[in-house]
């Protein structure tokens, strides 16, 4: 790939060496040959670069061109050679604000504020020209001498805008997910600015705090904490930060839009004024969530499940990358009922009609559950096994021991650990839920008398709710199509979200929470 592009480009610029490779593009030090200068050519990946028509990237990407501003990489030169896309910016000597965390962990109060200060300026200046950048973060922020300067202005929406809706064909979704807002994590297509100031807030509680407001072991729980959990304020892990910078960091990165600043200079002009307040300052973070919790996860889930797979989220490091763990799990039979504990130490599966466990410090996997036909799950700890056998649910602990009976549940179709100390079943078409500990079976909803069943697809990260399915009977035939819902445990009531045509497509995409 190199020799061809430095073929196809020798008349313009000589290729020197490879500076590293993002989620969109290959980077290259070259020079540029008319004005002998040192640039950063960047090369778009050929299968992003498959679904593109190349006369309207270049003409999509030079919107960006006529940004000039002290604290944004200007565009120099995009084009098309040899069916390669590129564009071309300064070469900056300095380092990325990404590599520079990582060094660091952490920046002193007064540095991360003047540098979030800088990009703010910049993005007031870019949403006035009507230009939202869609990919704030450490590593689109470049350091010369100390000073920001934002990378890819415009970039990512110019292949959005040049795919033509087709973007999903590559496999690949624009963004990080660590600083997605909650509109872009749920694919809504009409962002504002008001998503580049919550991105912006993100980078700075990494900068104060040393992580996103966010993480997780994968894209899929990053996205949905983003969408249904409400981050610890700065101070609770940081005591130095002044009252109104983490003020203003809790503003910026509130789950609406509409509760954010209106716009990046307000967002600046908090954090210079030590009297800044806001009416949620001194809440606890799940108490200024609210009822918009809710509704924000319902919003998440619709993007989540019509997005299909998230696997191609573009998943950047926010930190070193921890190890990455590959073996093989020698099995007899079919395999089935793949579950993975939290904190990914374990894995758990299915197999010749029992429950076996694989832990990353043994070599070989053990049966913790026999008899466990159903799909077993691991406890949110990591120390139970939920499993069905027969028409009985029973919890094993994966130390030893014999399995104990929790509830008969006949007919059972499927069982879920909740977030809160409860075991969560659907039966007879109904739902139902009974104390991991014991004790009666509190019926949430019957059954449907005209044949459409419920059926339970995972237990949100909140604890307050589940996702279900509202398949429909062959008894009703006006019933009409299968539909994924919201179940809230509190009122005991169901919200329609949006109907599905194929239902094994949900069960495979709709379980982040674990």
């Given at each position: 790939m190199t020799d061809r592009l430095s073929i196809a480009l020798s008349d313009r610029y000589r290729i020197e060496r490879e500076l590293g490779q993002g989620g969109m593009a290959t980077v290259y030090l070259a020079e540029?040959?008319?004005?002998?200068r040192k640039v950063a050519l960047k090369v778009l990946k050929p299968?992003?670069?498959?679904?593109?028509?190349?006369?309207?990237?270049?003409?999509?990407?030079?919107?960006?061109?006529?940004?000039?501003?002290?604290h944004i990489l200007p565009l120099f030169d995009s084009g098309t050679a040899d069916g390669f896309l590129f564009y071309v910016m300064p070469f900056i000597q300095g380092e990325t604000l990404r590599e520079k965390l990582n060094r660091d962990t952490q920046l002193g109060v007064e540095e991360a504020v003047r540098l979030t200060t800088d990009v703010a300026d910049a993005l007031q200046y870019a949403h006035e020209q009507g230009i939202i950048h869609r990919d704030i973060k450490p590593e689109n922020i470049l350091l010369a001498n100390g000073r920001p300067m934002v990378a890819d202005f415009g970039i990512a929406l110019?292949?959005?805008?040049?795919?033509?809706?087709?973007?999903?064909?590559?496999?690949?979704?624009?963004?990080?997910?660590?600083?997605?807002?909650?509109?872009?994590?749920?694919?809504?297509?009409?962002?504002?600015?008001?998503s580049d100031i919550y991105s912006?807030?993100?980078?700075?509680?990494?900068?104060?705090?040393?992580?996103?407001?966010?993480?997780?072991?994968?894209?899929?729980?990053?996205?949905?904490k983003i969408i249904a959990d409400t981050p610890r304020p700065v101070t609770e892990l940081r005591r130095s930060v002044p009252p109104n910078v983490a003020a203003a960091v809790a503003k910026a990165i509130e789950k609406l839009p509409a509760d954010r600043f209106e716009s990046a200079r307000a967002f600046a002009q908090a954090l210079a004024n030590p009297h800044f307040t806001t009416a949620t300052s001194g809440m606890p973070a799940r108490a200024k969530a609210g009822p918009r919790r809710v509704l924000a996860m319902a919003l998440g889930v619709i993007g989540l499940v019509s997005?299909?797979?998230?696997?191609?989220?573009?998943?950047?490091?926010?930190?070193?990358?921890?190890?990455?763990?590959?073996?093989?799990?020698?099995?007899?039979?079919?395999?089935?009922?793949?579950?993975?504990?939290?904190?990914?130490?374990?894995?758990?599966?299915?197999?010749?009609?029992?429950?076996?466990?694989?832990?990353?410090?043994?070599?070989?996997?053990?049966?913790?559950?026999?008899?466990?036909?159903?799909?077993?799950?691991?406890?949110?700890?990591?120390?139970?096994?939920?499993?069905?056998?027969?028409?009985v649910i029973g919890l094993v602990d994966v130390a030893g021991g014999q399995p104990r009976p929790v509830v008969r549940a006949e007919?059972?179709?499927?069982?879920?650990?909740?977030?809160?100390?409860?075991?969560?079943?659907?039966?007879?078409?109904?739902?139902?839920?009974?104390?991991v500990s014991g004790g009666p079976v509190d019926t949430l909803l019957r059954g449907d008398p005209r044949g459409r069943a419920i059926i339970l697809m995972e237990a949100l990260p909140d604890g307050r709710s589940l996702l279900v399915l509202l398949a429909v009977g062959t008894a009703d035939a006006?019933?009409?199509?299968?539909?994924?819902?919201?179940?809230?445990?509190?009122?005991?009531?169901?919200?329609?979200?949006?109907?599905?045509?194929?239902?094994?497509?949900?069960?495979d995409t709709a379980r982040p929470a674990t």
């Open positions: 540029d040959l008319r004005h002998k299968e992003l670069a498959a679904v593109l028509g190349a006369d309207r990237f270049v003409q999509e990407i030079t919107t960006t061109a006529s940004l000039q501003h002290p110019a292949v959005s805008a040049a795919a033509g809706g087709r973007i999903t064909e590559t496999g690949l979704s624009l963004g990080t997910p660590h600083y997605m807002s909650p509109e872009q994590a749920t694919a809504d297509k009409d962002l504002t600015g008001r912006l807030g993100s980078v700075l509680y990494e900068m104060l705090t040393g992580n996103p407001p966010h993480v997780g072991a994968s894209a899929q729980q990053i996205i949905m997005a299909g797979s998230l696997g191609g989220w573009l998943l950047h490091d926010t930190g070193p990358a921890p190890p990455m763990v590959r073996f093989g799990i020698p099995v007899t039979g079919a395999v089935n009922g793949l579950d993975v504990s939290t904190d990914g130490t374990q894995v758990l599966f299915r197999s010749e009609g029992s429950a076996h466990l694989r832990r990353l410090d043994d070599d070989s996997a053990r049966a913790v559950a026999p008899g466990a036909t159903r799909e077993p799950r691991l406890s949110p700890d990591g120390k139970s096994v939920l499993g069905g056998a027969e028409d007919p059972l179709s499927r069982a879920i650990w909740g977030q809160d100390g409860f075991v969560y079943f659907d039966r007879a078409g109904g739902l139902a839920r009974i104390a006006t019933a009409g199509t299968d539909t994924v819902a919201l179940f809230d445990i509190a009122s005991r009531t169901l919200t329609p979200l949006f109907p599905l045509r194929s239902p094994g497509a949900a069960f």
